[in-house]
Structure formats: C-alpha cells, structure tokens
C-alpha cells in the first residue's frame, strides 16, 4: 500500500487560485470515486473538506472545489486567503478495501 | 453535533501494547464505521483501521499484524490496541467517524503517544 504523491509544497497570492495534485494508481484513485480532501492548520485536527471527488460537506466555503481524471484527482482553492494556509491531504479508498493517505501538500499564502 | 475524545496512556514501554479508547457523543456508534489515524512528528496522515458494530473491520495492511480493534456500545466508545510497538509508533493518535464516501467528517482532538524506555 503505497501513499498517493502529493506535491511537498504550493504556494498562491491573496486572491488567486491554486490546485493541488493528488496521484494514484489505477487500484485507487483511477478506479473508485471515494476521494476526499482534509485540510489540517498547524498542531489543529484534519478537517474534511472535500469528499467522493467533488462534494463539499455542509459549511465549507465553494472556494473548494475538487475534480479527478485517470489516476490524479485535484483540490483546487480559488480566490486565496490567509487563512487556507494550512497543509492538505488527499485519501482515496483502495481496491484491496483499504484506505490510503497522500503524503501532504504544504499551502503557502504569499 | 457528534463529539470523540482520546483517552490513554501518553508514553508506552518499546515491546509493549498501546491501548487507546475513544469516547462518542452525539452518535451511536451503531451507526457509521469508526476509526484509527496516526500522525507521527512533523509527518503526514497514516490510516491504521476502521470498523463497524457488526464486526466488519479494514485494516492498513502494513499494521495488520499487531492491530485489535473492539467496540463497546453499551459505553458508546471504541478501543484500538496496537502490540509490539517501537518509536517508529510514536505519534498523535486520533479516533473518527467514517462515513458512507468512506470520508472521515468528525475527528477526535488527537492524543500524543510516545514509544521509549
């Protein structure tokens, strides 16, 4: 079960949009719809922000969105603030019924 | 609003068995899965196990070996045992509630585990 690759680092102006990449296998991510997104600030708890690709739970912000093709599944923050810099997870369920974490993706708001 | 609090022993001896129970409010835990994830220092998120009342459990494939995972609903809580652990098990240990889209919506706060003699 290997981690999905995330980029270590991405950084965005106040104001501008940013995706983040999130690559898997065709046992994961190409194949199941079970992708989720949790943003998680420094020493807090991971919140979810995005799940099944593209779906956004109650009370978080439409400036997150989410999106797959083949085998990389994405995060994408528009209109950036101060307060998205956090660090950013991808999961995806896996075909051996397991689940798998990306290695984390460091949002840096210039 | 659904609430899950970690309890347990902060520091554990190499060899030994870490033992963690997580405490719900707000839900059964007949309803949905719960489960375990890690986060060693300064590193990412790690999947440990998930489970469900009736006893269907996932496990990370890497851990499977040295995982137990019970649920205890007359208390409304859930307990992960780890065995043989060395300080590559150090980490915060947090429990959650997992979802139909197999997403984790509610988080405990975390508990600091450390692995050393």
């Known amino acids: 079960q290997s981690a999905l690759t995330q980029p270590a680092s991405v950084s965005g102006s106040p104001g501008q949009s940013i995706t983040i990449s999130c690559t898997g296998t065709?046992?994961?991510?190409?194949?199941?719809?079970?992708i989720s997104w949790y943003q998680q600030h420094p020493g807090k708890v991971p919140k979810l922000m995005i799940f099944?690709?593209?779906h956004r739970p109650s009370g978080v912000s439409n400036r997150f969105s989410g999106s797959k093709s083949g085998n990389t599944a994405s995060l994408t923050i528009s209109g950036l603030q101060a307060e998205d810099e956090a660090d950013y997870y991808c999961?995806?369920?896996?075909?051996?019924?397991?689940?798998?974490f990306g290695g984390g993706t460091k949002l840096t708001v210039l | 609003q659904v609430h899950l609090q970690e309890s347990g022993p902060g520091l554990v001896m190499p060899s030994e068995t870490l033992s963690l129970t997580c405490s719900v409010s707000?839900?059964?835990?007949?309803?949905?899965?719960w489960g375990w994830i890690r986060q060693p220092p300064e590193k990412g998120l790690e999947w440990i196990i998930y489970?469900?009342?009736?006893?269907?459990?996932r496990y990370n494939p890497s851990l499977k070996s040295r995982l137990t995972m019970s649920m205890d609903t007359s208390k409304n809580q859930f307990t992960l045992k780890l065995s043989s652990v060395t300080a590559a098990d150090t980490a915060v240990y947090y429990c959650?509630?997992?979802?139909?889209?197999?997403?984790?919506?509610?988080w405990g706060q975390g508990t600091l585990v450390t692995v050393s003699s």
């Open positions: 489970m469900h009342h009736s006893g269907s459990t």
């Open positions: 099944d690709v593209s």
């Open positions: 999961s995806s369920y896996t075909s051996d019924s397991t689940l798998v």
């Open positions: 959650a509630r997992r979802k139909f889209d197999l997403e984790f919506d509610s």
């Open positions: 065709s046992s994961d991510i190409g194949t199941y719809n079970f």
């Open positions: 707000g839900d059964s835990i007949t309803n949905y899965y």
